[in-house]
């Protein structure tokens, strides 16, 4: 058994490489991240990874919030709008219950912001992000038993889109070959085919798998709250000052954050959706970044005319930086 400390040195230390290890932007990486990097610094070259666990034998609060949706939806429906709007997350999101939206039910468990914030944080208009959102298949739950359904969409969203993919994201950036024994077909299909009151019983947490291991594990291992894999991220991300630079993360967002209103991951999230493909190596002390001054094409007509490239080039040069302290100035543009 090896231990490992993940320091708030070694994190900040560490930012660039988990930007540059991510094809896709993604809220839950960082954790695989540190798992693999330290796998391979023992010389692993294959590891087991428990994902499936909790989708598959219940472990999410999404398993017996199910069994309250239809009266949420319902209250949400006649109580209109305005309740969700003056509500801070997590409860903000019965705005999802609002819309006419594929997979309304997933979203109201893992979205992170409404389309109304969504919108805000993108500049984009509330209906076009609605018909984005409703380009994602929906997952077909008709008929189906709540604790079944927190399955359907646990397994056929959350888990195939986002954490197996980020495990192979970070397992391949390491040069590891990870596997999930817990997502055998046959160990899928046996479970899929038991009675709900078998392996989702009302207020029990994955009580298939805590009791094939009672024997085995010590009860302060398996008798205890559930834990989440995560890291003590509202105390670091509240000390990098690229958060506060109101361009990457909406003002309203950080003074939530600072409050305590909001999860890490919305700020990440937030930061992500504004800088990721086009700031890939911020520093993270650095909030004084200039706010583009909203050019969105510049008109070429210099190029038809004697010395068209260089004043072109001035004119580039102009828009991307400010005209003040060491900005355009020092790249001899006057």
């Given at each position: 058994?090896?231990?490992?400390?993940?320091?708030?040195?070694?994190?900040?230390?560490?930012?660039?490489?988990?930007?540059?290890?991510?094809?896709?932007?993604?809220?839950?990486?960082i954790n695989?991240?540190?798992?693999?990097?330290?796998?391979?610094?023992?010389?692993?070259?294959v590891?087991?990874?428990?994902?499936?666990?909790?989708e598959?034998?219940?472990?999410?609060?999404?398993?017996?919030?199910?069994?309250?949706?239809?009266?949420?939806?319902?209250?949400?429906?006649?109580?209109?709008t305005?309740?969700?709007?003056?509500?801070?997350?997590?409860?903000?999101?019965?705005?999802?219950?609002?819309?006419?939206?594929?997979?309304?039910?997933?979203?109201?468990?893992?979205?992170?912001?409404?389309?109304?914030?969504?919108?805000?944080?993108?500049?984009?208009?509330?209906?076009?992000?609605?018909t984005?959102?409703?380009?994602?298949?929906?997952?077909?739950?008709?008929?189906?038993?709540?604790?079944?359904?927190?399955?359907?969409?646990?397994?056929?969203?959350?888990?195939?889109?986002?954490?197996?993919?980020?495990?192979?994201?970070?397992?391949?950036?390491?040069?590891?070959?990870?596997?999930?024994?817990?997502l055998d077909?046959?160990?899928?299909?046996?479970?899929?085919?038991?009675?709900?009151?078998?392996?989702?019983?009302?207020?029990?947490?994955?009580?298939?798998?805590?009791?094939?291991?009672?024997?085995?594990?010590?009860?302060?291992?398996?008798?205890?709250k559930?834990?989440?894999?995560?890291?003590?991220?509202?105390?670091?991300?509240?000390?990098?000052?690229?958060?506060?630079?109101?361009?990457?993360?909406?003002?309203?967002?950080?003074?939530?954050?600072?409050?305590?209103?909001?999860?890490?991951?919305?700020?990440?999230?937030?930061?992500?959706?504004?800088?990721?493909?086009?700031?890939?190596?911020?520093?993270?002390?650095?909030?004084?970044?200039?706010?583009?001054?909203?050019?969105?094409?510049?008109?070429?007509?210099?190029?038809?005319?004697?010395?068209?490239?260089?004043?072109?080039?001035?004119?580039?040069?102009?828009?991307?930086?400010p005209?003040?302290?060491?900005?355009?100035?020092?790249?001899?543009?006057?």
């Amino acid at each position: 058994h090896h231990t490992f400390l993940v320091s708030e040195a070694e994190f900040m230390q560490q930012w660039p490489e988990i930007a540059a290890s991510m094809d896709q932007p993604s809220t839950d990486a960082i954790n695989t991240h540190f798992i693999c990097k330290y796998a391979k610094q023992l010389g692993l070259k294959v590891v087991l990874s428990g994902l499936g666990g909790d989708e598959l034998f219940g472990g999410y609060p999404s398993f017996q919030r199910s069994r309250k949706f239809n009266l949420v939806k319902k209250i949400v429906q006649l109580s209109g709008t305005l309740p969700a709007l003056a509500l801070d997350y997590p409860y903000k999101k019965i705005g999802f219950l609002h819309q006419k939206l594929n997979n309304a039910e997933y979203l109201y468990y893992r979205g992170l912001f409404t389309p109304t914030d969504i919108a805000k944080i993108l500049h984009a208009k509330e209906n076009d992000v609605v018909t984005v959102l409703n380009q994602i298949p929906a997952i077909n739950v008709a008929n189906t038993a709540p604790a079944n359904r927190a399955f359907l969409y646990e397994t056929g969203i959350y888990m195939q889109s986002q954490l197996l993919k980020d495990s192979d994201v970070q397992s391949m950036w390491h040069s590891l070959e990870l596997r999930v024994p817990l997502l055998d077909k046959s160990l899928l299909e046996w479970v899929m085919g038991l009675p709900l009151r078998v392996k989702y019983p009302i207020n029990r947490h994955k009580p298939l798998l805590i009791d094939a291991f009672k024997s085995e594990l010590p009860e302060i291992v398996w008798n205890r709250k559930k834990q989440g894999f995560t890291f003590p991220f509202e105390r670091w991300f509240s000390k990098i000052e690229v958060f506060k630079n109101n361009y990457y993360v909406p003002k309203f967002f950080h003074q939530k954050f600072e409050k305590g209103r909001l999860a890490y991951a919305r700020l990440w999230g937030a930061y992500l959706a504004r800088t990721y493909g086009a700031f890939a190596d911020q520093a993270l002390n650095q909030s004084a970044y200039y706010q583009p001054n909203g050019n969105l094409f510049l008109y070429l007509a210099g190029f038809s005319k004697m010395g068209g490239i260089e004043k072109v080039n001035k004119a580039i040069l102009k828009s991307l930086y400010p005209a003040s302290g060491s900005g355009w100035e020092a790249w001899g543009v006057y």
